[in-house]
């Protein structure tokens, strides 16, 4: 399967796929509405973190693991590995807000929402034909859509 995978050797933390990752999971599908309004409003969030350290930048995101952790620690059904597609699937109706999938991640990439006891994951921009809105934001081609 597909799956976003990050090149610190080109990241600059430029953290424009957090942006396209904010606008490709609002409401108005506008940059500048979801983030001046619906960020604060709805608490919208992106699914991507660019971390820095120094001059290195990385963007983490969910990697859809092939046995993910964060499921087998799931208390509640919330995370599930969905066999036709591979993608590791976030049911936030399921989700009691524990917090086991984000201590079980190995890769850091599961957050709190910052207004509600449920989590951010990425979804890979799941029903959107262009693929991950990350990746076809970022400027220097440090996040690449393919399957390893």
């Known amino acids: 399967m597909k799956r976003v995978y990050p090149d610190k050797d080109y990241c ?24 001046r ?3 604060s409003k709805d608490g ?26 964060c499921v087998a620690a799931c208390i509640s059904g919330g995370l599930y590995k969905d066999p036709e597609t591979g993608r590791t699937v976030y ?20 957050r ?9 994951k990425c979804d890979l921009c799941e029903g959107r034909e262009e693929g991950p809105a ?5 400027p220097n081609q440090a996040l690449k859509f393919e399957e390893r």
């Not at 430029?14 to 506008?30: F, R």
């Not at 919208?44 to 290195?56: A, I, N, Q, R």
């Not at 524990?98 to 990439?109: F, N, T, V």
């Not at 990350?134 to 970022?138: F, K, L, T």
Request: hydrophobic fraction near 30%.
């Open 37 to 39: 309004e619906e960020r």
């Open 91 to 110: 049911d936030r109706n399921k989700c009691v807000g524990c917090w086991s999938c984000l201590m079980a991640c190995p890769y850091g990439a599961i």
């Open 12 to 35: 600059i933390g430029c953290h424009l796929c957090e942006l396209a990752c904010i606008t490709a999971h609002s409401k108005s599908k506008d940059l500048i509405v979801a983030y």
């Open 112 to 120: 709190r929402h910052p207004t509600e006891s449920k989590i951010v």
């Open 44 to 69: 919208l969030s992106p699914c991507k973190k660019v971390f820095e350290k120094g001059d290195t930048c990385v963007a983490i995101s969910c990697r859809h693991c092939d046995e993910p952790s």
């Open 134 to 138: 990350c990746v076809q934001a970022c």
